[in-house]
């Protein structure tokens, strides 16, 4: 081991010459010369892989942790031999007329000796008791800061006053037009366990929205019958078809309602002619992984208006989109039906789920 350790004290006296010499009273060692040592330390490396390699992994299988312990505690012992900090702490049991001829007891006064040796003890046990008991930061001990430890980063949303984690060091990873991708280092507060979350953002958020865009749950009276309009649409993170409700961003100065009204035109040709509802609040589409989110607007479309008798869609040159009619009382069978020819976004078979129980259950 002292082969790879150029600089190490036993290393150094074995390769060198050692006179024993008298000063002031006090026999001392003397390095008189010191052997060519670039050989040695390349020979140690050299030996060294494959023992770090193959040789230690394989060994220290067989061997009891507890065995280590007691290694470890033996060499930790045998060094305080010569240690000047060890023999500081041994001075304040040691009666004056028995101290060691070292230079600095005639150099420095006892007491400044003793109140030194003191601090060091003092320094000592603080690092050890922080290791073994790591104490609350001020983040910890505040509530309100937290989890803003950190400005956040523009439209990136600012963590609860009950957030259960530390938050800190945010980077944008990556920032293109539509979205950017950040990565925030995070600590939680009891077990004081330590991460990096990823995750990605939109960068078209209007200024006074509080979400992203709008989901339509759109349904259709024509001919005596009730229809879900759904979309199917071509997805290429997913590589294939999807079937989703018609949705879209807010445009800046949008309401919700308005950008339900119009993505519900754009994208299947029909015109709503009666809004049922909104929701409220933040609806996330996928937390884990992004702050993407969106509210509810369900509406009613007049099949036999004449806005709805021959709709046309008003697509985006780079949207391949298909509008699909599904009754509402055969949607759950439309989903296991298209579950293996098409992606189906998950809201879209929760709500079909959810839709045929509270028809089969009644509360």
Known sequence: MHGALPSAYLHLKALADVEHRVHNGVMGEVITKVRETRLAVLLAHILMIPIYFWLIPYFTAFIPTSLFHGLFLFMAISSLTGNEMWQR??????EQRSYPATSYLRK???RKVHAF???????LATLLAGNQFPPPTAYELIPRLRCKRHVPMQNTP???????YDLWDEQTVFEGRWLKTRQIRFRERHTKQEGIWQSAHR????????VDGVDIIAVLYKDNKKYFVLVKQYRIPMGGWCLEFPAGLIDEGETVEEAALRELTEETGYTATKVLNRSSGIQGLDPGLSDDSVQFVTVEIDG???RNTNPSQNLQSEEA??????ECDKILD??????????????????????DLAQRIKF
């Open 117 to 123: 040796t003191i601090i060091e003890i003092l320094q």
């Open 158 to 164: 600012s963590p609860s006053d009950d957030c259960p």
């Open 304 to 306: 036999t208006d004449p």
């Open 108 to 110: 420095v006064s006892q």
């Open 334 to 355: 439309f989903m296991k039906a298209n579950e293996k020819n098409l992606h189906i976004e998950a809201m879209v078979y929760t709500f079909a789920i959810g839709y």
């Open 89 to 94: 702490i041994m001075l304040l049991f040691t």
């Open 321 to 326: 989109i298909e509008v699909l009619l599904v």
């Open 203 to 210: 960068t078209t958020k209007p200024a006074n929205c509080e």
